[in-house]
């Protein structure tokens, strides 16, 4: 099963957010840039708001550090660290050699010399690991004379899962578990779907209740008690993909285009690389076991005006509810974070309220008591 929990990325400025974000209980999202919506953005002020927070993800990964690494903790738009002013203009010397030098095309990002090291890396590693290219997977599946088709990959994951008619008897599903994130942190979860696309996770943390949701139109979320929030842009994007109920048995798994690439390995698992395509985001690559046809891993990609963020995704533990197969571990890794979700119960065809997706009213300001 494409299950996926409606979770962002892990944050990254997550205090600078919440001070940007609208005081409202829901607003509709406004085309800002980086420099309206957030204080003292100067190189990259005229890229969509929504952009900024993944370019300092990218950021982050590429040095393997945190936002403390250049930022003040809760003041981030204060310049008191030397190191801010140096990615300043660390970004305009990339920006300038990829203008110059590559026609505007982003081929140089930080990663190219960091290397996830906070200093620029000159000499080469010895030992250090290298995942295998797209190209080796490619020489691979053509090394070993298989004649399957992307066509056959993809149905035989379909019947893996229980089959199409199982499938579509499915209205909705309620999982509960357990999150833990890369930081030791621990946090009970529970995740409503409901055909044909809605979708609501709630976190049970020590420090409150935050629920993140799509209602088939919009999606939004609240943490903490703080104002609920409008989600937009990527966020968006990618909620309404994991919302999509009936992803997995939809022609080409709801992709433009699909084709199959290569052949790796997960794990000590033999894998199909089937790559999916879709309209003005960057390709996905998935990962599918050549004997029992199960998916194994998605590699996805959030743009970012620096570089492209990669979001891997590994589905294990696979068990068989109400005729559905179900990953019953799910492990999200990005380049400097991540977490697992470990679930204990998953059930199906629960009657779940529409009204449950939608965002929380706003609550109406206490009377003064005052005439």
Known sequence: MFF??????????????????????????????????????????????????????????????????????????????????????????????????????RKVTCYSCHHGMAEPTAIPLIGAPRPPTMREAADRLAASGAKVTVDQVLAKYVEALGGTDAYKKLTSRVSKGTLERSDGIREQLEDFAKAPNKKLTVFHTPNGEAQRAFNGTVAWNQAFGRPTRQISGADLERIQQTADFYRDIEPRMGYRRVALIGLAKVADRDAYVVRGFTAGAPPQNLYFDVENGLLLRRV????????????????????????????????????????????????????????????????????????
């Open 4 to 105: 996926t929990l409606a979770i962002a990325p892990a944050g990254v400025h997550a205090q600078e957010r919440e001070k940007a974000a609208p005081t409202a209980a829901t607003t509709q999202p406004e085309v800002k840039t980086a420099g309206q919506a957030f204080k003292n953005i100067q190189v990259l002020k005229d890229i969509p708001a929504d952009e900024l927070l993944p370019a300092m993800g990218f950021i982050t990964s590429s040095l393997g550090v945190q936002c403390n690494y250049c930022h003040v903790p809760r003041e981030f738009e204060k310049d008191d660290k030397d190191k801010k002013k140096t990615a300043r203009e660390m970004m305009k010397m990339m920006m300038a050699i990829n203008q110059t030098d590559f026609e505007g095309r």
């Open 300 to 371: 996805a990609y959030e743009e970012s005006p620096l570089g492209l963020n990669p979001i891997q995704t590994d589905y294990e533990d696979y068990r068989e509810t109400d005729g559905i197969r179900v990953p019953f571990r799910i492990a999200v890794s990005m380049p400097n974070s991540g977490y697992t979700v470990l679930l204990d119960q998953v059930q199906m065809n629960l009657p779940i309220d529409d009204a449950k997706f939608d965002p929380p009213a706003a609550k109406e300001p206490a009377a003064s008591g005052k005439p």
